[in-house]
């Protein structure tokens, strides 16, 4: 039997349970001041120390990260080995197809297709698959779901063959709840134990998740963000998560929640705080007596919005809160003491104070100033007072588009539009839905809320906010008010125990009678899954040229996230969505506005139905009961019948459907050879797209709702699909005949190629035609005319979409240059040999005078090309001038190089798995 790995001599015992690598034995030997770095750094050292020697991983790696340099972090990237992976469907669908695609390519060159297989732990929560077909009724879950099986059978299908081809690889079911919720409450084990060379090892838990806020588990003390699915792919494959030395902000929080705020409001005040602080790539990690004053479940809030404020993580060490939230949730003593005698042995247990630990930089926040906020309409960094809320509307009502407003004139700014629409009153009554005044439904306006969702594990994974909204429920159906009917609210808690302990305290009859129902476990309305809107609603929008809104308790406003008729929309906590739900309009303060009268005829404001602190911590003390989450989480296999009826092909290679629509094998390793290509120059590039800033993935990679008209609704009907069987890009990402000609193809992206039409078009050049996006492209494949993409700030915000890397790729673009990225979109595109260059500071399309006739060469790449390198742009002018400007080339590690040189991830990590 081979021995255990120990290069620096610092494996120790601990007690009866096992052996670990000694972080203070590391310091003690004098390899670096190990104690003093910050804990998320010390949980990465830790990897980076056990694993040396394997996986390209060397002694200087590990020295280099134990001495840390806060003021000035190494330029090395740090090669991370995680514990385990998470994924989410619309992920995760798509990354088993590039699975089943790499074991073709295997068995095609005569090899073992079982080569391919995970190396650690993989987990696959179906969580994004379930919509708001139906709201407002007592028998919206039911009807939701079968629509979700009746949508997604052949993903669950092919869901269900992975599960039984590989070993590693397991699947929750659906309707169990959100990934990063299910994460917290049930996957997560904190300290991992795994037998190593005959030794049973500790060591901390960690992850990369294919969803960008993975991160909500650093509130449990966890290390672990959100990465694409290709790096993922890489990552289960053996393959090092390589990411450069990071800087890392410690956030000093003191004092305490006032009367009245939520943790949702400390989580927004911390999200535009940090934004404007630029963490973007850099870790955030928070101390001090008020971090530790703070729930798990407020920390997990905070730590969930990181890609918000555009961190890696938002990282809390764990201490007795931690422990204190194990064992509600239902893990045992046992496990509980491990944990904590690991942690302790390592130095790494409880929450540092003011001084003890040397950060890039520190920041004070003082909890106790924040107010009630809401963020929105378009970003969720953009934090309003709630007090504010009314004077901003109207502000943002009518300032021009170019200013980030919705340039609506005064003349039109009452407009309003009768919804011509009656309801079954009776049918919906006996369904159990919300009671309406009259059949007629009413009119609606600019600001008018359409869509009041409490969704999102953001916020259902806090008890706290969740039982403040049933409690302005109660305290609003006592007094009488009533939610209008235009409001389509929801309830889609992350968790199936969010459900029994609304019932436990009694609050799930107040919601309900309101319209906020249960629609599903899973992400609903935060990630587009809204469903439709009545379409008389739809068409009174159109007809009044209405700017409505969406309140929702999630984490993210993107325009046309929520809902394509939707312009504005606004996060809140669940409380406050009920509240906004009961107003009907943003148009409101909520100080001094009334909700609604009385049964006697008097006015109800906000604060009569807002419950006090201690109304809601008793309602945690009688509602919350570990054994609810044993119960739930005790046989995942008996929860939802529906999928155990799911048949599945079996055997290690997957059977492709032709027909299919939902499952195609992918073109990635077409004609796949093990000589890696080269770097050179690109000449002849011609624009496809000049954007502005913030672009997000929403804007590139197909999301929500497949339109009839679009390339891809085209491609559906002449496939034999008929347009209520559409279902969302989400749900199709494992066809890259559907994905490809979805990307860029948003109803709100804004090519300036394109003449004003918004949309996914733009010009072809040199014909001067505007044309879909997907069109245009292969027109130019055609041709052989490679594309370049011209972007502004944060180019790339927003979720971790693979695909929209993947299919900017598939459409040609070679190469995409913008004044800054978004981490987790930089690092995808590079995974799919697409190369990412930034301008110079002072430098834009815009500067430029950039207009879409020109072609462009890059010169300077070659070969021999270095992290930190540049590269001319020459741009060719439809005059005949030239002009050249250097660039930034970001491929920022040598790691990334070699991905972009084999061109792109999958490609480059099969090759080192056969080469071995």
């Known amino acids: 039997m081979s021995e255990l790995a120990d290069p620096f001599n610092v494996v120790k015992e601990l007690a009866d349970k096992g052996v670990y690598y000694s972080l203070p034995e590391l310091e003690k030997s004098g390899v670096g001041p190990v104690s003093s770095l910050p804990v998320s750094i010390r949980i990465v050292l830790e990897s980076v120390l056990r694993n040396c020697g394997s996986a390209g991983i060397t002694d200087a790696d590990v020295k280099r990260l134990a001495n840390w340099n806060a003021e000035s972090p190494a330029p090395e990237e740090v090669p991370f080995v995680v514990s385990r992976i998470v994924l989410q469907d619309f992920t995760g669908v798509p990354l088993l197809v590039d699975l089943a695609a790499m074991r073709d390519a295997v068995a095609e060159l005569n090899e073992d297709a079982g080569l391919i297989e995970p190396l650690v732990p993989v987990d696959l929560v179906v969580d994004h698959s379930v919509q708001v077909d139906r709201a407002g009724t007592a028998s919206s879950f039911v009807a939701n779901l079968e629509r979700e099986f009746e949508r997604n059978i052949e993903r669950y299908e092919f ?30 084990r904190v300290v991992f134990q795994k037998e190593i060379a005959g030794k049973n090892v500790l060591y901390p838990d960690s992850l990369v998740g294919t969803d960008s806020h993975t991160t909500m588990i650093n509130g449990l ?15 289960m494959l053996g393959q090092p998560i390589a990411f450069q030395t990071p800087e890392v902000i410690g956030v000093n929080l003191t004092g305490a929640l006032k009367e009245g705020v939520t943790a949702t409001d400390l989580t927004l005040r911390i999200t535009e705080m940090l934004r404007a602080e630029k ?5 955030v990690e928070f101390y001090g007596e008020g971090a530790e004053a703070l729930t798990l479940a407020d920390r997990a809030t905070i730590a969930n919005m990181a890609p918000e404020y555009g961190a890696t993580m938002g990282f809390f060490p764990i201490d007795d809160k931690s422990l204190e939230y194990l064992r509600a949730t239902g893990r045992t003593e ?3 003491a491990t944990v904590k005698e690991y942690l302790e042995a390592q130095g790494l247990y409880g929450m540092p104070k003011a001084g003890e630990i040397k950060y890039t930089k520190s920041i004070d926040l003082d909890i106790s100033t924040i107010v009630p906020s809401v963020a929105g309409p378009k970003r969720p960094q953009d934090r309003i007072d709630l007090d504010n809320l009314k004077s901003a509307w109207n502000t943002m009502l009518h300032a021009p588009l170019a200013e980030g407003g919705y340039g609506v004139t005064s003349e039109n700014a009452t407009r309003s539009a009768k919804v011509d629409s009656t309801k079954d009153v009776e049918r919906w009554r006996d369904d159990g839905g919300a009671l309406v005044a009259t059949e007629t439904l009413p009119e609606i306006s600019h600001g008018s809320v359409l869509i009041a969702a409490i969704t999102s594990c953001t916020n259902t994974s806090n008890p706290s ?5 049933g409690l302005v429920a109660k305290k609003a159906v006592e007094k009488g008010l009533t939610v209008d009917p235009t409001v389509k609210c929801s309830l889609g808690p992350g968790s199936r125990v969010v459900t029994d302990y609304l019932n436990e305290t009694g609050l799930s009859e107040y919601l309900d009678q309101l319209g906020f129902n249960l629609v599903g476990y899973g992400c609903t309305t935060c990630i587009g899954n809204s469903g439709p809107l009545d379409q008389s609603v739809e068409e009174a929008i159109v007809e009044g040229e209405l700017v409505t809104a969406s309140v929702l308790s999630g984490n993210r406003n993107f325009e046309a996230r929520v809902h394509g008729s939707i312009k504005a929309n606004f996060l809140m906590s669940p409380p406050l969505v009920v509240a906004f739900a009961l107003a009907g309009t943003v148009n409101f303060d909520m100080d001094n506005d009334p909700l609604g009268n009385d049964k006697d005829g008097n006015p109800v404001y906000l604060k009569d139905i807002w419950p006090s602190h201690e109304e809601i911590q008793a309602n945690i003390l009688k509602g919350l009961k570990p054994e609810m989450f044993r119960q739930k989480y005790a046989d995942l296999n008996s929860a939802s019948p529906q999928w155990n009826d799911v048949q599945s092909s079996t055997g290690a290679v997957y059977g492709w459907n032709e027909k299919s629509t939902y499952i195609q094998r992918p073109p990635f390793f077409e004609n796949f050879g093990m000589e890696p290509g080269t770097i050179e120059s690109f000449s002849g590039l011609r624009p496809m797209a000049l954007l502005g800033a913030s672009v997000t993935t929403d804007h590139i990679s197909p999301a929500g709702a497949i339109k009839p008209d679009s390339p891809a609704g085209k491609y559906l009907m002449d496939n034999g699909v008929e347009i209520r069987e559409f279902n969302s890009y989400g749900s199709r990402r494992g066809n890259d005949r559907v994905m490809t000609r979805g990307t860029f193809a948003n109803v709100r992206i804004r090519n300036e190629m394109a003449e004003g039409k918004e949309g996914g078009y733009t010009k072809l050049q040199p014909d001067g035609e505007i044309m879909a996006i997907y069109d245009a492209a292969m027109e130019y494949k055609k041709r052989g005319e490679g594309l370049i993409v011209f972007g502004g700030v944060d180019y790339g915000m927003g979720s971790s979409r693979d695909w929209a890397a993947k299919g900017t790729a598939l459409l040609g673009v070679k190469a ?18 697409v190369l990412p260059l930034c301008f110079k500071e002072g430098t834009d399309k815009d500067t430029l005078g950039l207009d ?15 992290p930190g390198a540049e590269a001319t742009l020459v741009i060719k002018r439809a005059d005949g001038s030239t ?17 972009y040189r084999n061109g792109g991830i999958l490609t480059y990590v099969l090759r080192q798995l056969l080469d071995k």
């Open 279 to 283: 963490v973007v790539g850099k870790f």
């Open 816 to 833: 995409v240059v913008s004044k800054s990225f978004e981490r987790i979109h930089r690092s995808n595109l590079i995974g799919m040999g």
């Open 852 to 866: 879409g006739t020109e072609t462009f060469d890059l010169l300077g790449l070659s070969e021999d090309i270095k």
């Open 334 to 336: 046992e496990q509980i």
């Open 883 to 899: 002009e050249e400007v250097t660039l930034d080339v970001r491929l920022d590690t040598q790691v990334e190089i070699e991905y």
């Open 465 to 469: 906010v969740m039982l403040a909204a």
């Open 221 to 235: 003390g966890i290390v672990g963000w959100g990465v694409g699915g290709i790096e993922a792919e890489a990552g």
């Open 159 to 188: 869901l269900k063959w992975g599960q039984q081809a590989f070993e590693t690889f397991s699947v929750v079911p659906p309707a169990v709840g959100i990934v990063h919720q299910v994460n917290l409450e049930y996957l997560a």
